[in-house]
């Protein structure tokens, strides 16, 4: 049974940082794509970010590019979400997701991911 538990998430000012990390189980996490989505109230869940299991190529929507970095470690089957510049925008519930990486685009699995972490940014 696949697993993924998201934590990491809280209450931070306007340009503040937070780390979000994923630790998933019951998947062969090495060989498997991995992003994350995050949905806003009454917004549809957006896929901000994803990583090939080898980490040799990531992807960032515009919103986020150049303030998140996804990264991971193989080792301890652990995605991670270093998030800096933090806007009142980004408040979200944040989940880690497994996906498919196939000519250059990242495919959320259906059902392949966690219970969210919230981020609420606010001062």
């Known amino acids: 049974q696949v697993h993924l538990a998201e934590s990491g998430g809280g209450l931070v000012q306007p340009g503040g940082s937070l780390r979000l990390s994923c630790v998933t189980s019951?998947?062969?996490?090495?060989?498997?794509?991995m992003g994350w989505f995050r949905q806003a109230p009454g917004k549809e869940r957006e896929v901000i970010c994803g990583?090939?299991?080898?980490?040799?190529?990531?992807y960032y929507v515009d919103s986020v590019k150049g303030r998140f970095t996804i990264s991971r470690d193989n080792a301890k089957n652990t995605l991670y979400l270093q998030m800096d510049s933090l806007k009142a925008e980004d408040t979200a519930v944040y989940s880690c997701?497994?996906?498919?990486?196939?000519?250059?685009?990242?495919?959320?699995?259906?059902?392949?991911w966690g219970q969210g972490t919230q981020v609420t940014v606010s001062s």
């Open positions: 019951g998947l062969t996490f090495g060989t498997t794509a």
């Open positions: 997701v497994a996906m498919d990486f196939f000519n250059g685009d990242y495919f959320p699995r259906a059902g392949y």
């Open positions: 990583i090939t299991f080898s980490g040799d190529h990531t």
